[in-house]
C-alpha cells in the first residue's frame, strides 16, 4: 500500500514536471518571437543610371554608387524615417523597372516632360538644367546648336539630349548606354560632338576632359528635374515633395547641392 501511494506521487510529480516544462518553453517560445520581430524599417528603392556623374555614379576606391541624387535621396529617405537603397538601372530601363515594382521610384537626373509625365508620377523640380555641347578642344567649327546640322553626335540613350540630337537635320545619332562613352567616342575621333545635360558635361571637363575637349554655344532648353513614382502612387510623390521642401528649409538641400557643384543653390 504504501509502495503503490509512493509510485503514485512520483507519476504525479513526473506530470507537474512536464507540464510547467512545457508551460515555460511555450512562454520562453512567445517572448522570444516578440524580441525577434523588431519594428519593421522601411527601405526605399531607388532606381538610377549609375555612370551619369556628378548626378550618380560608383565610387572607384569603395564600388558605393554615390553623387548629387544620391545625396539628396538620402536626405529625403531621412527625413521621410526610410531607409535609401539604389539599384542600378539602365536609364531606359528605369521607367519600366517603376511601372513593374522593381523599384518604388526613380532618381537620375530626369527631366520632367509631358511624355514622361503620362507613365510616371514626378515630385516638385529639384534642379534646373539644360543641353549643352562637347567638341574636341581644336574644333572651331562648331559653335551652335545650328551648326550640328549633318554632324556626328554622341548621347545617352534614353536621354533628353538624344530626343534633341535627333531632331537635327541631317544629324548622325549615335546613342551609348552611359555618358561616359560617349564621351569616348568623341576623344577617339568617332563624333564631332557630344549633346547632353550641362552639368554632366562640365563635370566631365573638371575632372580631365578639358584636355582634349570644351564647352561651345548657349544652354539650349531650360529643363527640371523631378523623382518620380509609379503613376498609381501619387501619395509617395507628395510625400517626396513634403521632404524635399522640408530639407530645403532646413538647410540639407544646400549642404549636398555646394557638396557637388561647388556653389550655392540658385
Known amino acids: 500500500m504504501l509502495k503503490g501511494v509512493h509510485t503514485m506521487s512520483r507519476k504525479s510529480m513526473s506530470f507537474i514536471i512536464l507540464t510547467l516544462f512545457v508551460l515555460t518553453v511555450g512562454l520562453t517560445g512567445c517572448g522570444g518571437s516578440q524580441q525577434a520581430q523588431p519594428a519593421a ?3 526605399l528603392k531607388v532606381g538610377a543610371e ?7 555614379f560608383q565610387d572607384e576606391k569603395s564600388k558605393d554608387y554615390v553623387g548629387f ?18 539599384v542600378n538601372t539602365a536609364f531606359d530601363g528605369l521607367i519600366p523597372a517603376l511601372e513593374g515594382g522593381q523599384i518604388d521610384v526613380i532618381a537620375s537626373a530626369m527631366t520632367i516632360t509631358d511624355e514622361r509625365s503620362k507613365k510616371v508620377n514626378f515630385s516638385k523640380p529639384y534642379y534646373k ?15 551652335t546648336f545650328k551648326d550640328l546640322e549633318g554632324k556626328r553626335i554622341a548621347v545617352q540613350i534614353g536621354t533628353t539630349g538624344a530626343e534633341e540630337a535627333k531632331k537635327i ?18 576623344k577617339a575621333g568617332g563624333a564631332d560632338a557630344v ?5 554632366v558635361n562640365e563635370y566631365y571637363l573638371t575632372k580631365g576632359g578639358s584636355k582634349d575637349a570644351k564647352l561651345v554655344g548657349e544652354v539650349l ?18 510625400k517626396i515633395s513634403k521632404a524635399l521642401d522640408e530639407i530645403k528649409q532646413n538647410g540639407e538641400y544646400a549642404k549636398v547641392y555646394e557638396k557637388w557643384f561647388g556653389k550655392k543653390p540658385q
Open 69 to 86: 541624387d544620391v545625396d539628396l535621396m538620402k536626405a529625403i529617405g531621412k527625413q521621410m524615417g526610410t531607409e535609401v537603397q539604389i
Open 50 to 56: 549609375a555612370t551619369f556623374p556628378p548626378f550618380e
Open 195 to 199: 549633346v547632353n545635360d550641362l552639368p
Open 221 to 238: 532648353n531650360a529643363e527640371e528635374y523631378g523623382v518620380a513614382v509609379a503613376k498609381k502612387n501619387t501619395e509617395l510623390a507628395g
Open 41 to 43: 524599417v522601411k527601405v
Open 169 to 186: 537635320k541631317d544629324a548622325k545619332v549615335r546613342e551609348f548606354n552611359s555618358a561616359s562613352e560617349a564621351f569616348l567616342e568623341l
Open 129 to 143: 538644367s539644360g543641353l549643352s555641347i562637347i567638341v574636341k578642344a581644336d574644333n572651331n567649327a562648331i559653335k
